[in-house]
């Protein structure tokens, strides 16, 4: 498989929320993380994101971009200056 990643993810197992906005937040965990983008898990079957939403982890929010989903996972970028 060819990898498209700008830079290397690093392997994780952090709690996080994302938080849309329409107020909804849903608890996940974030997998791998870079520079760039990570990967989020959800525990339950979830309806889809919105293309743009934030992600809460250790006490700080940071403004992502969904760049593709599964029923359980979610694979996110960045959004640069945030």
């Known amino acids: 498989?060819?990898?498209?990643?700008?830079?290397?993810?690093?392997?994780?197992?952090?709690?996080g929320a994302v938080k849309t906005a329409f107020g909804r937040g849903m608890e996940c965990?974030?997998?791998?993380?870079?520079?760039?983008?990570?990967?989020?898990?959800?525990?339950?079957?979830?309806?889809?994101?919105p293309s743009d939403f934030t992600l809460l982890a250790?006490?700080?929010?940071?403004a992502c971009r969904l760049v593709w989903q599964s029923a359980y996972r979610v694979g996110i970028r960045f959004v640069s200056g945030c």
């Open 1 to 15: 498989m060819h990898e498209r990643r700008k830079s290397p993810r690093t392997r994780t197992l952090a709690a």
């Open 29 to 49: 965990t974030i997998r791998n993380v870079s520079g760039d983008g990570a990967c989020l898990v959800f525990s339950h079957r979830r309806t889809p994101l």
């Open 58 to 62: 250790d006490n700080t929010g940071r």
